[in-house]
């Protein structure tokens, strides 16, 4: 069995690279192995998945996914941590590092099919689309955020806080939350709780209306939420009345508001627009 790494190792491991985690780029170091456990478990990997993980850190869940999968991309911003990680993990033929931002990252070898990591909180939201949108391989993942970003992520139309990124997140995948982690599991220790989110591939709501046209409208429909979507979509539409036609066309409500539609509705409302 794989020794993961503890508390005591974490911070030996930080010491010896001289390695303090910073806030700028969103670092909190797991260091529970049980937690680690937990979270390989739930990602429900098959032995010939790829896994893409970003922000590896100092290696405490990419020395978990090693034995269970067949490839492991580990996608660390930080040049000092990338050119360690290596090492920490005894140099596996199955591990690539990439000391790259994730949100440049347009295409791996072997092509991913999972999404595994205890992201940073900060680029949690941007780093999932981008690389959902980027990698089409990946058809499964699980992703520890920040519990308020987990419960944005899988909120659904009507609740108070469905929002760009439940629409956005819905458009690549179907998702769920999968669970809370207490802050403890961190060096430093976070003054929030974390959540897991699992999500599954599947395929966007029409195959005849872009991506960038139906996220246009998203990001328009929530720019101004507390306004109807006759008044919200004035910009985007070309004025209220155009609006007002457009969501009448689509068969939407032009009194609703953002939060009443799902991605199916937000796609209509792109289509009608481009076939004005």
């Known amino acids: 069995m794989t020794k993961l790494l503890g508390p005591a190792e974490i911070r030996e491991l930080a010491e010896r690279l001289g390695v303090a985690p910073t806030k700028k780029r969103g670092q909190n170091f797991l260091h529970d192995p049980n937690t680690i456990r937990r979270i390989v478990s739930a990602a429900s990997l098959r032995e010939d998945d790829v896994v893409v993980e970003v922000g590896p850190g100092l290696g405490s869940l990419t020395l978990g996914l090693l034995p269970v999968a067949r490839h492991v991309h580990a996608v660390e911003i930080d040049a000092k941590l990338a050119t360690a990680l290596g090492e920490t993990c005894g140099h596996p033929a199955n591990l690539t590092v990439h000391n790259v931002d994730a949100l ?7 092509a991913p099919t999972a999404l595994v990591s205890n992201l940073p909180y900060n680029v949690a939201v941007p780093v999932i689309l981008h690389l959902l949108a980027a990698l089409p391989t990946i058809r499964q993942g699980l992703v520890m955020v920040q519990k308020e970003v987990a419960d944005r992520l899988t909120a659904k139309p009507g609740s108070r806080i469905y929002g760009v990124p439940s629409v956005k997140l819905a458009w690549h995948a179907d998702a769920r939350l999968a669970g809370r982690v207490p802050p403890a599991v961190f060096w430093p220790v976070p003054n929030v709780d974390s959540g897991l989110v699992a999500f599954a591939r599947r395929e966007p709501p029409a ?8 996220f246009e409208v998203i990001d328009a429909a929530f720019a101004q939420r507390r306004k109807t979507l006759r008044a919200a979509l004035a910009g985007w539409a070309g004025g209220a009345a155009e609006a007002e036609r457009l969501l009448r066309q689509a068969g939407i409500d032009p009194g609703a508001r953002g939060e009443q539609l799902d991605v199916a509705d937000f796609t209509d409302l792109a289509r009608v627009r481009l076939l004005r």
């Open 104 to 110: 440049k990252v347009d295409g791996l070898d072997p």
């Open 207 to 214: 195959s005849d209306v872009p991506r960038k046209a139906v």
